[in-house]
């Protein structure tokens, strides 16, 4: 790539892939910017590094609005870079130009974002929900633009449940997404806070957090008394699928036309039954 000194207001065109260099006035944050916070202490050490050796990787913006004689530029990535030069008093950034629309800027931003992998949990969660109801995309497509698993998207996604008090605790304490994942089990939104403060204060691994909710989960576990005998409540939700499905295999194999198909989202599992009428056979 090749370097051009300029200023937003001196050039009317500008080539993709070229690096040039712009007033950081002109240069706005993204709309979509999935992170909530930028840590400050990581911010300061990211300047310390500019000032010693410069930006060693331009920042992606693109053209957001014209003006008679000024553009103003919008963050693809780059956002933190672009904070620590503002914290030296820069100038002016080096950037490189690429052309995209609202639409494909919110969505490389998100994208981006989520592949450098230092959002927390819960933003990073957010940015995909975003990115799933800004754009239309299934969780399958996500997790192909994010090269993950359908299942591990959905398990981010199903942070989202936790309140934001919640939330607070679990980032403020450096719980991982496993210890968040293994208290949210538990569907009282009380008992999980609780469950939480214990972790914290006991220092509880995610071996140790994930036997603590089992644990609980059993005490909970009642039977309930009907006509005289003891039904179990099924814990394990797997024994459900299972069962459903010899139960439909028993039925195909007394030869009616029976399908079923399972979608997961972040809300749950719908299970769908098909059962063609025999009257229509033939």
Same mark, same amino acid.
């Given at each position: 790539?090749?370097?051009? /000194?300029?200023?937003?207001?001196?050039?009317?065109?500008? @080539?993709?892939?070229?690096?040039?260099?712009?007033?950081?006035?002109?240069?706005?944050?993204?709309?979509?910017?999935?992170?909530?916070? *930028?840590?400050?202490?990581?911010?300061?050490?990211?300047?310390?590094? %500019?000032?010693?050796?410069?930006?060693?990787?331009?920042?992606?913006?693109?053209?957001?609005?014209?003006? @008679?004689?000024?553009?103003?530029?919008?963050?693809?990535?780059?956002?933190?870079? *672009?904070?620590?030069?503002?914290?030296?008093?820069?100038? /002016?950034?080096?950037?490189?130009?690429?052309?995209?629309?609202?639409?494909?800027?919110?969505? =490389?931003?998100?994208?981006?974002?989520?592949?450098?992998?230092?959002?927390?949990?819960? !933003?990073?969660?957010?940015?995909?929900?975003?990115? #799933?109801?800004?754009?239309?995309?299934?969780?399958?497509?996500?997790?192909?633009?994010?090269?993950?698993?359908?299942?591990?998207?959905?398990?981010?996604?199903?942070?989202?449940?936790?309140?934001? !008090?919640?939330?607070?605790? #679990?980032?403020?304490?450096?719980?991982? !997404?496993?210890?968040?994942?293994?208290?949210?089990?538990?569907?009282? %939104?009380?008992?999980?806070?609780?469950?939480?403060?214990?972790?914290?204060?006991?220092?509880?691994?995610?071996?140790?957090?994930?036997?603590?909710?089992?644990?609980?989960?059993?005490?909970?576990?009642?039977?309930? !008394?009907?006509?005289?005998?003891?039904?179990?409540? %099924?814990?394990?939700?797997?024994?459900?699928?299972?069962? =459903?499905?010899?139960?439909?295999? #028993?039925?195909?194999?007394?030869?009616?036309?029976?399908?079923?198909?399972?979608?997961?989202?972040?809300?749950? #599992?719908?299970?769908?039954?098909?059962?063609?009428?025999?009257?229509?056979?033939?």
């Amino acid at each position: 790539m090749t370097e051009n /000194s300029v200023f937003t207001d001196e050039r009317n065109t500008y @080539d993709e892939g070229v690096v040039v260099n712009i007033d950081i006035c002109a240069i706005r944050p993204n709309r979509s910017q999935p992170r909530a916070t *930028f840590e400050s202490n990581a911010t300061i050490r990211l300047a310390d590094s %500019i000032r010693r050796y410069g930006i060693l990787q331009p920042i992606t913006v693109r053209i957001a609005s014209e003006g @008679d004689k000024n553009r103003i530029f919008e963050i693809i990535a780059g956002e933190r870079r *672009f904070r620590a030069a503002k914290m030296l008093g820069m100038r /002016s950034v080096p950037c490189i130009i690429m052309t995209a629309d609202d639409k494909k800027s919110a969505e =490389l931003a998100l994208i981006e974002n989520l592949l450098r992998e230092d959002l927390n949990i819960f !933003e990073t969660a957010r940015a995909m929900k975003k990115l #799933i109801e800004d754009f239309k995309l299934t969780q399958d497509e996500v997790a192909k633009r994010l090269s993950m698993s359908q299942s591990a998207v959905a398990n981010k996604l199903r942070l989202l449940r936790y309140s934001e !008090e919640e939330e607070t605790l #679990i980032l403020e304490n450096r719980l991982t !997404e496993r210890h968040a994942r293994a208290i949210l089990k538990l569907n009282d %939104i009380e008992e999980r806070k609780k469950t939480i403060l214990v972790v914290i204060r006991s220092h509880l691994n995610v071996s140790a957090t994930e036997a603590y909710v089992d644990k609980l989960l059993e005490e909970k576990e009642c039977i309930i !008394e009907k006509s005289g005998k003891k039904i179990p409540i %099924i814990k394990d939700i797997r024994l459900f699928y299972n069962t =459903l499905d010899r139960a439909i295999d #028993i039925v195909k194999n007394a030869g009616i036309d029976i399908s079923s198909k399972k979608k997961e989202d972040e809300d749950g #599992i719908l299970i769908e039954i098909s059962i063609l009428n025999p009257r229509k056979v033939g």
